[in-house]
């Protein structure tokens, strides 16, 4: 049995009683037509609304004030409708709290799980010889404009056992390229980190590396094509 068809089937009391809105009207009214199971329930509860609006009768009946008469025609009253839609609300709210809290369950269980796995897989690696791993300490450099440039941004460096990588995030980028993302050391070397076209907002996020090791970094500068440097990031 699909969800559609239970989640439909449950609307069948406040479509007897008219109070549903129009698009849960339509849904059912498509629905009925092609499922013989929802008709026949329908068809039970047909006779609830009389029951309803006869309520009061049947209660002076059971203290001995005389037999219940049913008409065909009798409908509840507004009152007793909002009184049931109101009941048929409550449900629903309770039902879908209830389905958050047991997916709420579900997700602590899940992050547990992964919480517990991640334990083990860190306790094993823990038992493994140490490598000689530098820290992850990231430093980040502002770059300052060459008179006339207006190049503004940063550089991001992160340590590697092979060098340094270096990410990128500039601004107001001048000329036509290509741009050239250098590694400068105290010793006056210079590595090309990087290497990118020109873009419409004059603006780029370039990722690039050096084989100079962190601590010899001097500077980080971005050059234009013919060479001229835009801007320099000190970082020692």
């Not at 037509?33 to 029951?51: A, H, K, N, Q």
């Not at 070397?189 to 010899?216: D, L, R």
Request: glycine share 10%; charged share 20%.
């Amino acid at each position: 049995m699909s969800t559609d068809h239970d989640e439909l089937r449950r609307l069948l009391g406040g479509y007897l009683l008219g109070g549903l809105d129009e698009a849960d009207t339509e849904r059912l009214d498509a629905h009925l037509v092609g499922c013989d199971e929802c008709r026949d329930e329908l068809d039970r509860l047909s006779p609830v609304p009389e029951l309803l609006q006869r309520l009061p009768d049947a209660q002076r009946a059971a203290a001995g004030s005389g037999p219940i008469t049913l008409a065909v025609s009798a409908r509840p009253s507004p009152e007793r409708i909002e009184t049931l839609l109101r009941k048929m609300r409550a449900e629903r709210s309770r039902q879908n709290r209830l389905t958050r809290v047991r997916w709420l369950a579900a997700a602590v269980i899940v992050v547990i799980a992964a919480a517990i796995g991640f334990g083990v897989i860190t306790n094993s690696q823990s038992n493994r010889t140490p490598q000689a791993v530098p820290s992850p300490q990231l430093v980040t450099a502002r770059f300052e404009p060459t008179a006339g440039s207006g190049l503004s941004g940063e550089a991001v460096l992160t340590p590697k056992l092979w060098g340094v990588s270096v990410s990128l995030d500039v601004k107001r980028l001048q000329g036509d390229g290509p741009f050239v993302c250098q590694v400068r050391n105290a010793n006056g070397e210079v590595q090309q980190a990087a290497v990118w076209g020109p873009t419409p907002t004059g603006s780029a996020k370039v990722i690039g590396a050096s084989s100079i090791k962190i601590a010899n970094v001097s500077a980080i500068a971005v050059a234009d094509g013919s060479g001229h440097v835009l801007g320099t990031a000190k970082v020692n």
